[in-house]
């Protein structure tokens, strides 16, 4: 979508009041007590309560999440806008993650896209659909740099590289807000949540904060997103809801926000518990006066700050800031024009579809030896594994109003490709008993190939579920094991939120396939990369390592004084296993082949203000069509501060038939190349780059060209 009409479907859909006097008058005529009310918002269990209506119609509520259908949202509407004294809608929130009832492929999937359009898409889908229900606000979408697999969110967001996560963070903002208002969450560093257990502390450097960790939100907010959402985490000792640099210093004053911030689930209440306050109401103090303008869901704004304001301990300025930041919101929402905003949902059609076409493009292809893929559609094909003919997990963590009734499992999707298939459960996800195996190495042994589908439930990834080992769970390596000592070829699928770790299966297993967690098309976009319909294009927006003791490991890393040498003991690596990963980001295979040749660049030398384009030959030398990601990535040869052996500032998909070459330009805005400089200030320095141009971070053509002043 271009920025031009982005910013007319914005006009129109959230409309900005005709005058700022009208909320001046309004915020006149509240009482402290209808201030703080505004600040306040709790959750739901599917509908509110009568306590909950009763605090709507006093005036101290702004907005509840959880209340599903708009049978149940229009009602508590109603009395906002009705019984209330000032009649002030409410915000209606929920975590819309990746769909509503309709569930698309987890973030992190969409990611290995490299197709922002596409993530675009199925926000905007997402949101539409969210509307129609009576939702008008998303806690999406969540653009925490994740580099710990860990960590269980490393689901809900786009990996680990800040360039690649901005862009999605961009688009999945514009796509949720042509319908509903999108969070950007968790502001921030909580995807370095220590030791990758979740709501644990974090120790980053402003240089690795500013360079690394913040600029996917910053480009939310540059992208127009209504609000941010305030994180659980401390930072370096001070928790990120109640961090005045984080949201007064950085998120207003620098960045120039404009929008409201909101506590995670109880964040604010938890400042006791970080040991930054003595009571609720000195933890209220503590968030609202750093910027966090509405608590969720611990109530201690609307219970126990009025004394505090009362007597001057915050400032009346304070409070209104943040109401009107919050009522500015709700005018441009459009709320007091259209409370109940009804909106009608894509059809089931268009969503499948949408579905089907943005799994296929995420799905990674890890391994394909002796080309056991695409398989054919004839011949016996045994299926097994626990997440075979599984209908919940494909719809992995926080899948809102998904049913498993409306998914396709990846069995269903194989018996719409071929006729003779055999199936075997052979264990459960997690199961400690071998009792199935039997079964699963008889069909094996009937087929001309075992496709195993393996992997994680749902719920072993996303919030709350930190895993402090990397494997696949249960007894399912053992039954990968079995089946592979038949001598029956092996597809493994993968189904899981998060890189695993595959020490035996990259070894042993002729192809494997990464599918995460696909949603209710799972079933039919795998069957349709494993019957070659379509060429997989997906490539890995996280580094998979080869062994837990590598964590974290990401690509775009520091050198050290003693790079790894492996004539040289006393360097940086390991004695016991490679340093190099197992699978590098940005890696993804392809049924065809790609070969690159000629990079040249426009210029040798060229001024900050200048682009540099990236110009590489490009040819499909395989027998299918197929799409290329093509990656460039810079390294900064010498700087006054440690650069990244790489970085990532450049990508396109370009499909190319059998034997068809193109030459693929790649631009670079130079401006684009700053990092933290000593004085803790962006900066572009002169000197030499060198540019990597292939089809992921390990691999490429270089060129040098010199940045002068």
């Not at 803790?680 to 992921?696: D, H, I, L, S, T």
Request: proline content about 6%.
């Amino acid at each position: 979508m271009s920025r031009v009409r982005y910013i007319l479907i914005l006009a129109v859909v959230f409309a900005a009041p005709a005058s700022a006097q009208n909320l001046d008058s309004l915020l006149a005529r509240m009482t402290l007590e209808e201030k703080l009310g505004q600040l306040n918002l709790l959750s739901a269990g599917g509908r509110a309560s009568p306590a909950q209506m009763q605090l709507v119609r006093a005036g101290k509520l702004g907005g509840l999440f959880n209340v599903m259908g708009a049978e149940n949202t229009t009602p508590v509407q109603r009395i906002a806008v009705t019984e209330s004294r000032l009649k002030i809608p409410l915000l209606f929130g929920l975590d819309v993650i990746h769909g509503y009832r309709a569930i698309f492929p987890i973030p992190l999937a969409e990611a290995g896209s490299f197709d922002p359009e596409a993530a675009e898409a199925t926000a905007r889908a997402a949101g539409q659909e969210a509307a129609a229900f009576g939702i008008n606000w998303t806690y999406a979408p969540m653009v925490d740099i994740a580099r710990d697999p860990r960590w269980g969110r490393i689901a809900e967001g786009s990996g680990e590289d800040p360039y690649l996560g901005s862009l999605m963070a961009a688009a999945r903002v514009r796509g949720f807000q042509q319908n509903i208002f999108a969070t950007v969450k968790h502001f921030a560093g909580y995807g370095a949540a220590e030791a990758g257990r979740e709501y644990n502390e974090t120790e980053i450097s402003e240089r690795t904060m500013r360079e690394v960790y913040l600029p996917p939100f910053k480009a939310a907010v540059d992208a127009g997103v209504a609000t941010l959402m305030s994180a659980f985490n401390d930072l370096a000792g001070v928790p990120a809801s109640g961090n005045a640099w984080l949201t007064d210093t950085v998120l207003r004053r620098e960045w120039g926000f404009s929008g409201f911030v909101v506590s995670d689930w109880t964040s604010v209440a938890e400042l006791i518990n970080h040991g930054v306050a003595g009571s609720p109401a000195e933890a209220g103090r503590r968030a609202l006066t750093a910027g966090v303008d509405m608590d969720m869901q611990s109530s201690i704004y609307v219970d126990s700050l009025a004394a505090l304001v009362r007597s001057n301990r915050i400032p009346m300025a304070v409070v209104d800031s943040a109401v009107l930041r919050i009522l500015r919101a709700k005018m441009r929402l459009g709320l007091f024009r259209d409370p109940y905003r009804a909106r009608i949902a894509p059809t089931n059609a268009e969503l499948r579809a949408l579905a089907r076409r943005v799994s296929g493009e995420s799905i990674v292809l890890l391994k394909n030896e002796r080309s056991v893929l695409p398989l054919p559609k004839t011949g016996t094909i045994a299926v097994i594994g626990p997440l075979a003919d599984n209908k919940e997990e494909p719809l992995g963590p926080w899948h809102t109003q998904g049913r498993a009734e409306d998914v396709v499992s990846v069995l269903q999707g194989i018996k719409a490709k071929v006729q003779t298939v055999v199936y075997a459960q052979g264990s459960g996800v997690d199961d400690t008993s071998k009792a199935g195996f039997a079964a699963a190495v008889a069909a094996a042994r009937q087929a001309k190939v075992a496709v195993l589908v393996l992997g994680e439930r749902g719920d072993m990834s996303g919030e709350a579920a930190s895993r402090a080992s990397l494997g696949l769970p249960g007894v399912q390596q053992q039954l990968l094991e079995a089946v592979a000592a038949t001598g029956t070829p092996v597809v493994l699928v993968l189904m899981n939120g998060r890189p695993l770790i595959l020490e035996w299966a990259s070894d042993h297993v002729p192809a494997i396939v990464e599918t995460w967690f696909l949603g209710i098309e799972a079933g039919n976009a795998t069957a349709d990369v494993l019957f070659g319909d379509v060429n997989p294009s997906g490539r890995l927006p996280v580094t998979f390592p080869r062994v837990l003791g590598q964590v974290p490991l990401y690509y775009n890393h520091r050198n050290t004084g003693r790079p790894p040498d492996v004539n040289n003991k006393f360097s940086s690596k390991y004695i016991d296993v490679p340093v190099t990963p197992r699978y590098p980001f940005g890696y993804g295979l392809s049924y065809t082949t790609f070969g690159y040749s000629t990079l040249k660049l426009s210029a040798a030398r060229a001024r900050v203000s200048d682009t540099i384009t990236a110009t590489v030959t490009v040819t499909n030398s395989g027998s299918r069509e197929g799409t290329e990601v093509v990656q460039l990535y810079v390294r900064d040869e010498v700087a006054s501060v440690s650069r990244p052996v790489r970085e990532l500032k450049a990508f396109k998909r370009v499909t190319l038939k059998p034997g068809e070459s193109r030459a693929v330009e790649l631009r670079v805005a130079l401006k684009d190349l700053w990092f933290i400089g000593l004085d803790m200030k962006p900066v572009v320095e002169p000197g030499a780059f060198r540019v990597y141009v292939g089809p992921n971070s390990a691999e490429g053509q270089e060129a040098t060209f010199e940045c002068i002043p």
